[in-house]
């Protein structure tokens, strides 16, 4: 069976077991909308300046929201010991690892889309403004973080201190993605769209490209050991 | 065999440190902006480079392991970053002593400082994970992974320098300027306390792969009173 | 005919640890061979290698010509843990409909169905699995495990936590699945059942065989007779 495939059929269960359980769903919603509201408190909500930041509020919501989703992909494998059963099946570990980005991926998107809405609706910031290149740019990103959710989770999964380690080691490597995701982010909120903003898309993608092949090819060091 | 390795690098090490200090402190002049505090560069720039040697290296012994699956590779990786670890903990150090007196400040968001805070966090991610990990194969394979990733990500970082203004002094080797931006004497020096630095690194890197094998041993001598 | 499980002089280690020394053993297409051992010994151990799940350092180890961890090998490789290996989110049929399509099973429809019939969990095969009794369970992971007609069967303590029913059933399981040519490699500690089912024994203990043979009349009539022949440690 093709690998795509088999990562597509991945993601499939999982997503259906998570729109069954919607464990990560409600929790990373709600931790995005609470942080959201918390920042509220950091800078007057009603100035101006919300826009100039916006881009930088945003990222850190999705940042945050994605460790709770990508903490739960590969967690879920442990209860009777599924991951065992599916790392002797066909599946290869890259499209395990793949289709566990792809799931993080989908449920992050739709976390974003909330927080958007609850975003444009406290502060007042027209994020509609150019709905494609936003798209774009959230999709790009959160490709990064799903990927390096997946391949981070997968090596932490034995782990005791799953939770604790996995944040810790994920937000460094973030931050080149993070800081072009925000600046494009903010750009697009700002309504200005500057050359910059190529060069900080090309860094997306760069990223995306490079972890990607990094997580394919690493994935069975990473799982079978 | 080893142990004597060990000692000759340490001892050659520590005499060319003793020496260059006496030359740093006796023999070059004061510089002409800065007065006495530039001397911090001998330490700084020489500390930055054998971390990031350190850390290359480590790159490589961490593909070797994962290659050969020889825990003696990851020994040495474990070591190396570790050591290299220390070192940019030094080049974050001294670089913020130099700051305080310079600029006024102790530390500032410029992008090379904040990727080399970066590089300290991801490293200290590596260490961190080893620790978590008691089984000793698993824990090679891991952190190799990890040490991939991480380097890659330091390139990624370093080079959106590039695209952010910075406020970081402009690097001063010929290496990287063609020359001219500063007195041979002090590029000199610069480049003989490099030596020292690495002969010192590595002869610590000798004492904590001992250390690391030991380690295994004890564990492996463990595993077998429990089985 | 060449062995569908061949171990050449296999060593793992943990560490430093050596948890499988120099292991060779060659189980025949069709033979149901008894993997026992005291706990600790590296009957888990060598499982786990053979299906892939655990890198080994120095030696060779082929699965019907093929290596562990390969495509083809997993293909045709039935594995059961000490996990039922199944989620509790999902029913019984989406479970099997899920494990059976990414085997790259062709119209997955039919084995399944029959696959619940034969586990008799058909009249329960749409309620998730969260709800199921332990013999139940049991059952489905069963059905996973025999679904895609493996070729070779690893099977980890699988009497173990069984109802009698489950017992019942995975011995007729082992014997339709030898029928159909499969090769069976087994570890338990139910030393008994085990010599009744297995047609050949090995023998490990340390991460050493200690033994490799036909399964002998001796055996079954006096199975702590094993352990007293060939271990250091004599007997139980």
Redesign the interface.
Known sequence: ?NPLL?AL??AR?DL??EF??KESLNAAGAFAVVILLLFSFVFDPASPEVATIGGGLLWLCFAFGGALIFNRGFAREL????L?????????ASSLLAGKAITSFVLLLIVEAVSLFVFGFFYDVRWWLHPLKLFAVCALATWGIAI?GA?FGA??V????REL?LP??I???L??LL?AAIELTNNLLMNQVTS?SL?WGR?LL??DI??TS?AVA?A???L?? | MREKLVYILAIVGAVLLAWNLYGIFTVLPDEAAQGAIYRIIFIHVPAAITAFTGFFIALVLSAMY?KTGDLRYDSAAASVTEVSFVFACVNVATGSIWARIIWGIWWTWDPRLTSMF?CL??YF?YL??RK??DEP??RG??S???S???F??VI??WK?IQ?WRTQHPSPVLSIRTGGGNIDPAMEHMIYRDLLAFLLIAAAIVLVRMRQEMIEREIDSLRRLAHA | MPPAIRLEAVWKYYGDYPALRNYTLQVAEGDCCALLGRNGAGKTTLL?VL?????FQKGDISLLGWKP?S?EA??N?G?L??????????SAR?NLR??A????MKQAHSPISSWLERVDLARVADI?VRQYSRGMRQRLALA?TFLASPRIL?LDEPFTSLDDRAIAMMGELLRDARAGGATILFSTHQIREAMVIASHVTLIEQGKLRYSGVRTQEMLDDPGHLYREHTELGGF
Request: net charge neutral.
């Open positions: 069976m088999q059929w991945v269960k259906a077991i069954r359980t209860p009777n010991e599924c065992d059963a599916l790392l002797a099946s066909p599946v290869s390096l391949a090596m932490t034995n782990l005791k201190l380690m810790v080691l937000y460094p490597l931050l080149p800081m910059d060069l860094v760069v990223f490079v972890y990094l690493l069975e060091t990473i079978v050991n | 994962l970066v966090l991801i991610g961190m994970l978590a990990i194969t698993q394979r891991l190799a992974a990890l991939i990733f991480g890659v990500d990624i970082v959106s695209w | 786990r299906a892939g799940l655990s890198p961890r495509g997993r293909r490789t594995f843990g000490h996990g039922i290996g199944v989620y509790e989110d999902l989406e899920f494990f399509t990414v085997a790259g998730p996973r690893l």
